[in-house]
């Protein structure tokens, strides 16, 4: 994904626009370094386009039942699959936080919307704003080099992990592991943070989704207008995937 440096957060109807989303497949992406670079052969960014017209902004389907402010998506239907999610946002001096709480439970509320046809929901379970130099991180990572670090110092195995920081020292805007390599986690930039499509879609990564180029599907490369529809095959896949992968983060 493209994006500029942002020092606030804005609201989804602003940030969505044309946007790539770049993940991290290590079955379908390889990379080969340039001599003398030590670049892990995991995780490459698609390439971006730079003449991709921005669309208007996209309208989030409404939550069909309140799922109490992202605290809880539990249900009674015995088919439904809660996921814990745990959020930490970056700070500093000069933001106080890329994330709020009360703007991350928002967040949650947008994408448990575009996840329920496929009976996925998620809910925040922990929350944490940080100064990610207390823990040896920069504000600003570079993703290539700081992103399994950036994990291995905040993920857990209860809980899907989302990691809003400082703006990436590249072009690319959110990274996430697919299944099966370890560490595991969504790194997502300040200006896309509370971006449900854009968070939704990595989430789709974390449970096995791999990119569709389908206009109106979450897991299209650019993210725009209308792109917030799953397929019963797509459900399918991140309901398997949370069964086999993520048992102990269903509620």
């Not at 003449?51 to 989030?60: D, K, M, V």
């Not at 920069?138 to 700081?146: A, E, G, K, L």
């Not at 703006?167 to 560490?183: D, E, H, K, N, R």
């Not at 206009?215 to 397929?231: A, D, F, K, R, V």
Request: contains cysteine.
């Amino acid at each position: 994904m493209n994006s500029k440096t942002a020092h606030s957060p804005h609201s989804v109807h602003s940030i969505l626009g044309a946007l790539i989303i770049n993940v991290f497949i290590l079955t379908a992406c390889q990379l080969t370094p340039t001599p003398g670079t030590n670049i892990p052969p995991i995780e490459v960014p698609t390439a971006p386009s730079p003449h991709s017209p921005t669309p208007p902004a996209p309208t989030i389907p409404p939550v069909a039942a309140p799922v109490n402010s992202g605290k809880s998506c539990k249900s009674s239907d015995p088919d439904f699959q809660c996921m814990a999610l745990k959020v930490v946002s970056y700070e500093d001096s000069q933001m106080p936080s890329v994330l709020s709480e009360a703007k991350a439970l928002e967040l949650v509320d947008q994408m448990n919307a575009v996840w329920s046809p496929c009976k996925i929901g998620f809910q925040m379970e922990s929350y944490l704003s940080i100064n990610p130099i207390t823990v040896g991180l920069d504000f600003h990572p570079n993703w290539r080099t700081q992103s399994t670090q950036v994990r291995s110092t905040f993920s857990d195995s209860q809980s899907f992990l989302v990691v809003a920081t400082g703006s990436f020292s590249s072009a690319t805007i959110a990274v996430t592991q697919m299944p099966g390599y370890a560490p595991f986690g969504t790194l997502v930039e300040e200006q896309y943070a509370d971006n449900p499509l854009t968070v939704g879609h990595e989430l789709g990564h974390y449970m096995g989704l791999y990119h569709l180029r389908n206009s109106t599907n979450l897991m299209n490369p650019y993210i725009g207008p209308h792109t917030e529809n799953l397929t019963a095959s797509q459900c399918e896949i991140a309901r398997s995937t949370n069964r086999s992968n993520w048992v102990h983060m269903m509620r």
